[in-house]
């Protein structure tokens, strides 16, 4: 009764307040209040939030879930090695798909929109073209891709990355979940194999283009009151790592003459950081999030201090500027401060500007819904990232009340979601057309 409770609230926020005339041209705002509603039973928490981690038994009850609908909506529907779900819609022609969709696994005690909004805004589309008789002029197809989060092995997108045979069977083999299982044993559990797994990145698919619609994760759509941005590029991370190394001592018999603190040269490069990305692009952005001083004792200078920055630019080259950028300023400090440095880069992965003339479609199918365009270049990373390597990826924000994420908190009004499904909607007819 209580999980009934929390559903029929969540439906009930989500319909109030919803502006009706907004459900036109075959998109139902019901619907998608519906469907948004019945996935947050699956894995929902006490607080509010949802826990469905990838390969779980909630994650696959969501797919279930959403593969009646596509069924029920007239797709025929295949499952790959991954758990990577495509329901596809013949067009009048044969050839490449124009493809959209997103994921359903979430993290641990997150929200309901992350993942979700883009798969059912990607059905959407389906079902409005059922109640207006439409039939596309190319094929169509809704994906979901399986663990884009990557809570469970803490190595994320790997549905997508699996599709795209982007991961290496070592790779696989180093992957244990937090109870220690082996991820050849959560696929088998799941009811796939190590081998059909690897085996996924033989799809055969063709592929015209790839769209994802996905919460905007931050608040320039709120500052700009606009319920729908056009994603200008997708940041791609580099994990830079600074070991600054000096002369351990006595913080009582130590002189401050002298000495060589390598937690003092750490700090200085952290203060610097927060000013690097402005001098190479507008969009780059870097983040200290750990720190290790060894050792770590109240009355003790420290010997080694290892900090991590995360630097990202949706441009590769600005992007590893600011990566070397920093690397000077680490050199520069530590020959001022008498201390060593050693950096090392342990993870680069490519950023995915989106094309100018896909940004120039969206452009043109928000405005068309009514909507001023609004660039935003997305700091996260996403399926379309990994899809965009081979194939032309477009996406869309729709705004997410106070930016918040990846928390019980997010919330996405019903006016702004399906806002997103017609923005979504129009995108596709102008490029079936083109």
Request: charged share 25%.
């Amino acid at each position: 009764m209580q999980e009934t409770t929390a559903i029929e609230t969540f439906y009930g926020r989500l319909m109030d307040g919803y502006n009706q005339e907004l459900s036109h041209s075959g998109v139902s705002g019901d619907r998608i209040a519906s469907r948004l509603s019945e996935l947050s039973r699956i894995g929902l928490q006490e607080s509010g939030g949802v826990t469905r981690p990838g390969y779980s038994l909630f994650e696959k009850q969501a797919k279930e879930l959403v593969i009646k609908w596509m069924e029920d909506a007239g797709l025929s529907v295949t499952v790959d090695g991954a758990g990577n779900v495509f329901g596809k819609l013949p067009g009048k022609s044969g050839g490449p798909s124009v493809v959209s969709g997103s994921h359903l696994d979430s993290v641990p005690n997150g929200g309901h929109f992350d993942g979700p909004l883009g798969v059912i805004s990607a059905l959407e589309v389906v079902q409005s073209w059922n109640n207006q008789g439409y039939v596309p002029d190319k094929p169509y197809e809704v994906v979901i891709f399986s663990d884009e989060e990557g809570s469970r092995f803490k190595s994320g997108l790997t549905g997508s990355r699996a599709f795209m045979g982007q991961i290496s069977p070592k790779e696989l083999k180093g992957l244990y979940d937090e109870n220690g299982m082996t991820f050849d044993e959560v696929i088998t559990e799941y009811g796939s194999s190590f081998d059909k797994y690897i085996d996924a990145r033989n799809h055969g698919r063709e592929i015209e283009l790839f769209v994802e619609v996905h919460i905007e994760q931050g608040k320039v759509l709120e500052r700009e009151d606009e319920p729908v941005g056009v994603v200008s590029g997708i940041a791609g991370p580099a994990w830079l790592e600074v070991t600054f190394t000096g002369e351990a001592g006595h913080a009582g018999n130590t002189p401050m003459v002298g000495r060589k603190d390598p937690l003092v040269a750490a700090g200085m490069l952290l203060q610097e950081i927060e000013g690097l990305p402005g001098k190479v692009s507008g969009t780059a952005v870097a983040t200290v999030g750990r720190v290790n001083v060894s050792p770590n004792g109240i009355n003790v200078i420290p010997q080694k201090v290892q900090m991590i920055a995360d630097i990202r630019d949706i441009h590769e080259d600005t992007r590893d500027q600011l990566v070397e950028l920093i690397k000077e300023n680490a050199e520069r400090i530590a020959a001022e401060r008498g201390v060593e440095v050693r950096t090392s880069s342990n993870t680069r992965i490519k950023p995915m500007p989106i094309a100018q003339h896909l940004q120039d479609k969206l452009v043109t199918a928000v405005e068309k819904n009514g909507i001023k365009p609004v660039f935003i270049p997305s700091g996260a990373g996403h399926d379309a990232m990994i899809v965009g390597e081979k194939y032309p990826a477009a996406m869309l924000f729709v705004r997410s009340k106070n930016g918040i994420s990846h928390n019980p908190l997010e919330c996405t009004s019903l006016n702004d979601c399906v806002y997103g499904v017609h923005a979504l909607k129009t995108f596709i007819e102008d490029v079936m057309s083109g």
